[in-house]
């Protein structure tokens, strides 16, 4: 590869990585406008290096880029209040490191037009998910209940993992846990689930498995009322 050439494709190969990250910049994801160019920089310059030293096996470093890309996307995924977040910030990811690929070998024509396909799979197809949730919002009407229960301090891995399985079995979606510490090795956890409507036996049931535990002081649930729109629901599971 000579200079000229290299130059013309780190050029395109910085561009592309931008364009990329800057549609996930503006939806304020994990992985912005920096993480996507470098990575987008990064598998170029791993994939140019085969290329400058004229390996006998260029693929070898490219088959690396892509597991070690897989590591890093698993990093950005998340569990954030009994959802999983991040998923397409990783897919995003790994699909930028092709494109860096691409350009090392060449290839920017292709590199050019996965990036236009890459935009459009976040940017359309994101407006057609919305509403295709929005509809099934819509239809699924839920009411908002929070649980609280009252136990000893060594009490609150078990129930967690009571009110996580809880909401695994049933249609009841939980949205939050907290824990506050109280007074004399006492604490309190909140859970907030949605549950779909005339169905708060769900909320029965998990009540009644948690107070046989040991060391529960007290528990219950009731009704709240919630004043968010399902737009700020959506924007919340998007990702």
């Known amino acids: 590869m000579i200079y000229q050439d290299f130059l013309l494709r780190i050029i395109v190969t910085f561009a592309l990585g931008f364009a990329i990250g800057l549609e996930r910049q503006w939806r304020r994801r994990v992985i912005g406008l920096r993480t996507n160019v470098l990575v987008c920089l990064g598998s170029f310059l791993f994939v140019s290096f085969s290329l400058l030293t004229n390996a006998k096996d260029v693929s070898r470093i490219a088959a690396q880029v892509v597991s070690g890309i897989g590591f890093l996307g698993a990093g950005v995924i998340l569990k954030d209040k009994g959802n999983i977040k991040g998923l397409d910030t990783a897919a995003t990811l790994w699909c930028d490191a092709a494109i860096g690929t691409l350009c090392a070998a060449g290839f920017l024509l292709e590199a050019l037009v ?126």
């Open 114 to 239: 996965g990036t236009l396909f890459i935009l459009l799979a976040n940017i359309v197809l994101r407006n057609i998910t919305r509403k295709l949730n929005l509809k099934h919002i819509e239809k699924m009407q839920y009411d908002k209940y929070r649980l609280k229960v009252v136990a000893n301090e060594e009490q609150e891995f078990l129930i967690r993992t009571l009110i996580s399985q809880g909401s695994n079995k049933t249609e009841a979606t939980l949205i939050s846990v907290d824990t506050t510490d109280l007074e004399d090795g006492k604490m309190r956890i909140s859970a907030t689930f949605n549950v779909p409507k005339d169905s708060n036996s769900l909320l029965e049931e998990l009540v009644d498995r948690i107070v046989i535990e040991p060391g529960i002081i007290s528990s219950g649930w009731k009704k709240i009322t919630d004043t968010k729109n399902i737009e700020e629901m959506l924007d919340e599971e998007d990702i």
